[in-house]
């Protein structure tokens, strides 16, 4: 099981980002996917959660409305499109497959200005 995030950077307050999750060694199509993310100093917190076929979504009540969780099943990817970012999105976001306890490697996200 391999899960490879991408898509971080460096991006001012109000700005987009879009992180990609790239699933291999498994049918993540059978699977419930999750991104996280852990701030300095803080636990790691669920952001946005995905049912298999995309038809279940929930979001932390911090990014409602802001972010959307996709996925893509014929190409093993997950997507979080992060919209009007906020200081306080600056984190390590993680991609999690919570039923195989997997977690790629994280992507680090700095909303500055």
């Known amino acids: 099981v391999q899960l490879v995030e991408s898509g971080g950077g460096l991006v001012q307050p109000g700005g987009s980002l879009r992180l990609s999750c790239a699933a291999s060694g498994f049918t993540a199509s059978s699977y419930l996917m999750r991104w996280y993310r852990q701030a300095p100093g803080k636990e790691r917190e669920p952001v946005a959660t995905?049912?298999?076929?995309?038809?279940?979504?929930m979001y932390a009540d911090s990014v409602k409305g802001r972010f959307t969780i996709s996925r893509d099943n014929a190409k093993n990817t997950v997507y979080l499109q992060m919209n009007r970012l906020k200081f306080e999105d600056t984190a390590v976001y993680y991609c999690?497959?919570?039923?195989?306890?997997?977690w790629g490697q994280g992507t680090q996200v700095t909303v500055s200005s």
């Open positions: 999690s497959v919570p039923m195989l306890g997997s």
């Open positions: 995905i049912t298999t076929s995309g038809a279940g979504i």
